[in-house]
Nanobody, 111 residues
Framework: QVQLVESGGGLVQPGGSLRLSCAASGRIFSIAAMAWYRQAPGKERELVAI???????NYADSVKGRFTISRDNAKNTVYLQMNSLKTEDTAVYYC?????WGQGTQVTVSS
């Protein structure tokens, strides 16, 4: 079984930056695609960014140019660098890998 543990969330002012991390542990036998989702209060969970095993990336239109997803395969870790944060980025951010979800980390953008 694979476990995912997120970290790096918190409170930040509009225009600020945060970096989320997600470390995978357990029975990992191959490099797999990993992704970040988010869910705001009263809204459905949505895909934010995904990175394939080969390093290709894709982003939601709402975060293009502001967020960057990356990975360190040696550490089984995926990152989400979030810049120019907006109040509408406030949500619980979840890490995903091969149908496994992390516990989520809260990101709050507020002045």
């Amino acid at each position: 079984q694979v476990q995912l543990v997120e970290s790096g969330g918190g409170l930040v002012q509009p225009g600020g930056s945060l970096r989320l991390s997600c470390a995978a542990s357990g029975r990992i036998f191959s490099i797999a695609a990993m992704a970040w989702y988010r869910q705001a209060p009263g809204k459905e969970r949505e895909l934010v960014a995904i990175i394939t095993s080969g390093g290709s990336t894709n982003y939601a239109d709402s975060v293009k140019g502001r967020f960057t997803i990356s990975r360190d395969n040696a550490k089984n870790t995926v990152y989400l660098q979030m810049n120019s944060l907006k109040t509408e980025d406030t949500a619980v951010y979840y890490c995903w890998r091969s149908s496994i979800w992390g516990q989520g980390t809260q990101v709050t953008v507020s002045s």
